[in-house]
């Protein structure tokens, strides 16, 4: 036995890691990234702007001005609270942190696999509620579980991933008045939904909002944020590293994400997009199509397993989720911009013949 395997906890060893394909040189719609690069005529302006950071010293330890940017660029009304989070991953650990031994972490199958992880890593419990055939929310077995299980944190991905609907608004608002659980609405794809809970956070002193710049082309940045009461901002930040975000990071968001302008033109052609790739693939027989208020859609396949390996080996790479509950024969695929559109549509067409 190694030294390692002496050492560390044997729920830590059972853990799968969360595994990352290498994406060298594909075109990559695996992980709900953005297509759009910094337009080339901002580059020089953000480079003087980055010159004045002072890398020396420790970041703003409450990142005040990214608060005012973020709050600006999302519409987040004064009176509410704003925690931010090194993505907003870092923000579900933080909520998980702060639950007590024995608590359980409750949300739906299949949604973000990282409510299940950090709820191992923080050994919480974790309770998944199945969600119907056509991946709607099941409120009979989802208030059942609520009540068998007296959850601490209600985890509910709104849009979902990886199946890329909204649910029901009227049966999340049942959940949410059920239960003394916080519940966290995770809107990271809120840029390509018609619907926010945002502006409920002022009806429910249990809900709380988490957003993230990941999925409308800052990936690269690790930047999230926790939207709810300040009260409940206020202690939950006490938990937050000092520093948690950098100064590059602070920076940078402070420069791009002022264009918000430019930020709603990329998230409207996305959905333009998005609508386009529905209807194409919904043209394709060996395929079913699930409806996405998202930047990616989740779709069925027969042979799911041998078309993911014909894109791989044509430079394409989707995301396989064929082995996952629930999600028999499922591909999910990143709307990108047209041209990376076009060329898996057309490599999807090819296997068919
Ligand atoms: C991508 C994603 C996140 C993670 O966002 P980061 O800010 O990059 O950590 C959170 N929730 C859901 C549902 C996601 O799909």
Known sequence: MSFIEKWLRADIQAINAYHVPSADKMIKLDAMESPFALPDELIGQYLAYLADAQLNRYPNPSADELNQTLRELMDIPDDFGVLLGNGSDELIQLLAL????????????PSF??????????????H???????????????LEAIDTHQPKLIFIAYPNNPTG?????????????STDAMVILD???YAYAGD???????????LVVLRTVSKIGFAGLRLGLLIGAQATVAELDKLRLPYNINTLTQVSANFLLKEKAEIDQNAAIIIEQRQQLLSDLNAIVDLTVYPSQ?????????RAQALFDFLKENGILIKN???????????????GDYEQNQLFLHAVKKFYG
């Open 294 to 302: 998202a930047n990616f859609i989740l779709f069925k396949a027969s």
């Open 128 to 142: 998944g509620v199945a969600l119907t055939k056509d991946y709607q929310l099941d409120l009979t077995s989802m």
């Open 321 to 335: 989720l064929s082995s996952a509950p629930n999600l028999a024969d499922c591909l999910r695929v990143t709307v």
């Open 165 to 177: 609907n909204t649910f029901d608004r009227k049966s999340i608002e049942t959940i949410i008045r």
């Open 98 to 109: 702060a639950c007590e031994t024995n608590d359980t972490i409750l949300s739906v199958e």
């Open 196 to 206: 926010s809970f945002v502006m409920d956070i002022g009806k429910y002193p249990n």
């Open 187 to 189: 809107e990271a794809y």
């Open 113 to 126: 696999v990282m409510y299940d992880m950090i709820a191992k890593f923080t050994r919480l419990n974790y």
